[in-house]
């Protein structure tokens, strides 16, 4: 199918591109912008007049639940909402059950989501036989089946040793790692070690528990020089660990969830179990270093650390609650919304959402230059609408977001030049628009 | 919605009693006054009052408690309630029921009140915030977050001895990092304006920050102890070896545990308090325990007094209609 997207704001970080233009999509990739190619006849016209037009999402960190916890999700259901929320690529942790760490799972969730056919889900390998962190995963055959990389799936390795021999073992197959820092013994608690928890009682999670494992693991990188990403880092101090070790050229990159951008400990208040995650929220002087450091690029990714629950699982008392946040759904305008914060401008926040993951990961995407693959998400910016329940695409409800007023509604997103998701214009019953309000 | 908000009703009268922290002076005076008047009742021939006679309290315990447990059904059969005492821990839980199975369970039993006790933070509140209109929640401790009934029948016990709270300087000994009974009496201290709080310990058994509760930190007793009121200790738990935060209970009683000679330090009728059950030679001497300074059952005894108070002035907020004033 022949696409031409009229007249929207272009963005695409990639090129340095913000200009008002025509997109024209032909056979699934990007045949020409502002002209159409030679020939060009086109099947289907998409009105982007006051629209914003920019590379489909790449969310670095999306657990889809399938196989293993179909109860709460399935790739069918969480690709759905990635259409609908512009994310045109879910990367899937190993940590599923069974874990990711034989070909036949790679393959069961290549299976599912092509017939989803609405989200690229690349899946991460497991770092270890069945992550437990004592002996390693064929790594290689889990490149072969399509892994994008390896990874600790959330469970970081205490075994230096094991770890060491991973990462080397990894880097003989030029795989990217996948790790994130935690200690498991320094975080057994529920909640940022700081004032707010020892105010609620609840057993905290210092920022050594991360510093720490970070530091090791950086020592680690220095030594085998093999690709570490890390992901969902929490703290401050974090951010300057990893600025530290890219200035020396050291081969590491970070990301940051998007919660951790919005919400600090203080968001407790209430025993407020949507609110509970791993790592936990921290001060808002860690917010801030936090929106620093991905306006500067030292963070080069933003995710949603999607993590869809069935409502028991936050049923309980705080401590006894799973920790997570349904995240597709509100990665946009959330984003947007640090725009609108001035935390950092708009096309540096699409980037961290697009180009930044795609090159953390290796891949021919997120970006709209000729040729590339036509995966884009049109968004109104001026679409103002309430976080409900029931506008929530994703299967799980759990989200501390909601209640809040956003801007920022996807009305297209194409997938390999396919139209996967066309927002209904009667759909959002909150919705107006508002003249008023400017990205 | 904070804790302290949910447990008042629009006038600001006392619906649950969750938490010390964001109530008034007033709230608290309320509580020990009432109290005072309720401690007469034990010594009459006919130890009871008509106040609560048709309402159903249950004891919901999900964490083992003797003391507490019995010092809540005691208050409420002295205040005529028919008691209906739960243990949790055993039965329901363990079979795979949520604690909100359990709730809407026993709601349906038609009750008007629940004490709480459960191992989490904040579970008394998750309940507070299910539970029907109608019914009371008073939190019987919740992890380390609260035991607003501890923290009152302390303060209770402290005022009859010392009056003047402007001049009061307490000590608080031991493991401050799990003590729910720590955290609601230091919120209450400070509400009721006493002059110093300090608490004692090893930083491994002081959680980060706890200056912010308003609170002097001594990590040496000989400091921390001298010229105080009210020296409170804690109970140290055996699984605190375990979790590497102390070495040996002996070491911890020959530098923190409350002697003779650390007591001396104190002014000269300084009381001695301690919420139980009390480890003799680990926390405290047993010649101090059984000592003449020591009220630790008279706390006891306070206590259903306390609970009383509570137990009447929440379900008598629920039986009156919203907007009338007390």
Redesign the interface.
């Known amino acids: 199918m022949r696409i031409v997207i009229r007249g929207g704001r272009l963005i695409d970080p990639a090129h340095h591109v913000d200009t008002v233009t025509d997109l024209f999509i032909a056979e699934g990739r990007i045949a020409g912008i502002g002209r159409p190619p030679d020939g060009f006849a086109v099947d289907r016209m998409i009105d982007a007049r006051d629209r914003i037009v920019c590379p489909g999402l790449i969310d670095l960190c999306a657990r889809l639940r399938e196989p293993g916890q179909e109860h709460k999700a399935t790739i069918a259901s969480e690709a759905r909402a990635a259409a609908a929320a512009g994310i045109t690529t879910l990367v899937c942790p190993p940590d599923t059950d069974p874990v990711i760490d034989e070909p036949s799972v790679v393959e069961l969730i290549r299976r599912r989501s092509q017939a989803a056919g609405q989200a690229r889900v690349l899946a991460l390998g497991a770092l270890t036989h069945q992550l437990r962190g004592e002996r390693l995963a064929e790594m290689a055959a889990l490149e072969e089946a399509g892994c994008i990389g390896v990874s600790d799936g959330g469970r970081p390795l205490v075994n230096t040793l094991v770890l060491r021999r991973a990462l080397e073992y990894a880097a003989t197959f030029d795989l990217t790692v996948f790790l994130t820092p935690l200690d498991p013994w320094l975080g057994h608690g529920v909640a940022h070690?700081?004032?707010v928890?020892?105010?609620?009682?609840?057993?905290?999670i210092?920022a050594a528990a991360e510093t720490g494992i970070l530091a090791r693991d950086l020592e680690l990188v220095r030594d085998i020089g093999v690709r570490v990403h890390f992901g969902r880092l929490s703290c401050a101090r974090s951010v300057d660990l990893i600025a530290r070790a890219q200035a020396e050229g050291l081969p590491v990159t970070a990301d940051v969830a998007m919660h951790h951008l919005h919400l600090t400990e203080v968001d407790l208040?209430?025993?407020d179990s949507q609110c509970h995650v791993r790592p936990p929220l921290r001060g808002s002087r860690d917010r801030d270093a936090l929106r620093a450091g991905l306006a500067s690029g030292v963070l080069g990714a933003l995710c949603s650390d999607h993590q869809p629950h069935e409502p028991?699982a936050k049923?309980?008392?705080?401590?006894?609650t799973e920790p997570g946040i349904s995240g597709l759904d509100t990665l946009l305008a959330l984003s947007l919304r640090l725009a609108r914060d001035e935390a950092l401008p708009l096309a540096t926040v699409l980037e961290r959402l697009t180009y930044g993951p795609a090159r953390i990961l290796g891949m021919d995407g997120g970006h709209l230059g000729v040729g590339a693959p036509a995966d884009a998400c049109i968004f109104d910016p001026e679409i103002d609408w309430r976080v409900t329940a029931d506008v929530l695409r994703s299967r799980g409800q759990n989200s501390p977001f909601l209640n809040w007023e956003l801007q920022g509604r996807v009305t297209h997103t194409l997938l390999a030049g396919q139209i996967v998701y066309e927002r209904e214009d009667n759909e959002l019953p909150h919705s107006g628009r508002s003249a008023t309000v400017t990205v | 919605?904070?804790?302290a908000d949910?447990q008042l009703d629009r006038q600001g009268r006392l619906l649950h009693f969750l938490t010390v922290?964001g109530l008034s002076h007033r709230h608290l005076t309320e509580i020990l006054d009432t109290a005072e008047s309720l401690r007469g009742v034990a010594e009459r021939r006919v130890k009871k009052l008509p106040t609560l006679h048709g309402k159903t309290v249950v004891n919901l315990f999900f964490e083992a408690s003797t003391r507490t447990r019995t010092t809540f059904e005691l208050a409420a059969k002295r205040l005529s309630a028919d008691v209906l005492t739960l243990n949790i821990a055993q039965s329901s839980t363990v079979k795979g029921e949520?604690?909100?199975d359990t709730l809407q369970n026993i709601e349906a039993m038609q009750c008007d009140m629940f004490v709480v006790r459960?191992q989490?933070?904040?579970?008394a509140?998750?309940i507070a915030r299910r539970v029907k209109p109608h019914i009371a929640v008073l939190n019987a401790g919740?992890?380390?977050?609260?035991h607003p009934t501890q923290g009152m029948l302390d303060a209770f016990t402290i005022r009859r001895h010392k009056p003047d709270f402007r001049n009061l300087e307490v000590a608080i000994v031991g493991d401050i990092l799990h003590s729910?009974v720590a955290?609601s009496l230091i919120h209450a201290l400070n509400i009721l304006g006493a002059a110093d709080i300090r608490v004692i310990a090893p930083r491994t058994l002081l959680?980060?920050?706890?200056e912010?509760?308003g609170v002097r930190v001594f990590l040496d007793p000989r400091e921390g102890l001298r010229g105080v009121d009210a020296v409170v200790m804690l109970r140290l738990q055996k699984e605190r070896m375990e979790g590497a935060l102390l070495p040996t209970e002996q070491e911890f009683f020959r530098r923190y545990g409350l002697t003779e000679e650390r007591l001396a330090l104190a002014k000269p009728d300084a009381i001695v308090m301690h919420p139980g059950p009390i480890n003799r030679g680990v926390e405290i001497d047993s010649r101090v325990a059984d000592g003449p300074r020591s009220v630790i059952l008279e706390q006891v005894t306070n206590g259903i007094a306390v609970r009383m108070a509570i137990m009447s002035i929440t379900l008598g907020n629920h039986a009156r209609p919203a907007g009338e004033n007390a």
């Open positions: 070690e700081g004032r928890a020892t105010r609620m009682g609840l057993p905290g210092p208040a209430g025993f028991d049923q309980a008392p705080f401590g006894d | 919605m904070s804790t949910i922290e949520t604690l909100l459960h989490q933070s904040g579970a509140e998750f919740d992890g380390r977050h609260a729910r955290r959680p980060i920050d706890v912010n509760l």
